[in-house]
């Protein structure tokens, strides 16, 4: 071990100061390239099925509202298929805004009321109110009350067979039953 410490004690003091600088930064620079090249293909990959819930991001809302859009679509699509005269069935949904998420919490409310008279007859009162609300979590998630849907902004249906006026009736009225939107909504079409 010695002898090798000696053989780079050696070779350093025979190499101009320069050298060895430039040396050590390119060997430096080609660790730091590769410690990031290592890390970066090591690193675990995100699971596409893994979601974090997180209500702040808007791609974890933009997500769950294509998720329940297309929930919808899927069902009301199977729906309408179902009925007499109509064929091949393709249905749009855009959704007006994101769902929201009632968190469980303990609320404490306080009130304190102050009163008090001066010397010339003035009275002032005072009125304190505090409130403190502590979202309820288990195990580091917060607990949902309830989750308020999206409200639906329009339907589109593409529809074989919505040329016969009977059909076309039966699909805007199942449509708006099913979904609860007004007719005014709700667009059908018959397809090629």
């Known amino acids: 071990m010695e002898t090798l410490i000696n053989k780079i004690k050696e070779y350093m003091s025979n190499m101009d100061n320069r050298k060895f600088i430039n040396k050590l930064l390119i060997i430096l620079t080609l660790t730091i390239f590769l410690l990031v090249l290592i890390n970066g293909s090591i690193s675990p990959k995100k699971d596409k099925g893994s979601k974090v819930i997180n209500p702040d991001l ?3 809302n933009s997500e769950v509202q294509l998720d329940y859009s297309m929930f919808l679509e899927k069902r ?4 309408l ?3 007499d005269g109509v064929g091949k069935v393709n249905v749009m949904i855009t959704l007006d805004d994101s769902s929201e998420k009632v968190p469980a919490a303990n609320t404490t409310k306080s009130t304190e009321t102050t009163s008090e008279s001066d010397s010339e007859g003035g009275t002032r009162k005072i009125i304190r109110e505090d409130e403190n609300i502590q979202l309820v ?4 998630d917060i607990v949902v009350l309830k989750e308020i849907n999206p409200n639906i902004k329009g339907v589109i249906v593409v529809a074989e067979g919505a040329e016969d006026g009977e059909v076309l009736e ?3 009225e199942a449509v708006t039953t099913v979904l609860g939107v007004a007719s005014n909504k709700v667009q059908v079409f018959k397809s090629k």
């Open 81 to 83: 298929g179902e009925l």
């Open 58 to 60: 808007k791609e974890y």
């Open 137 to 140: 979590n288990t195990s580091g």
């Open 76 to 79: 009301l699509t199977s729906i």
């Open 170 to 172: 039966s699909i805007y």
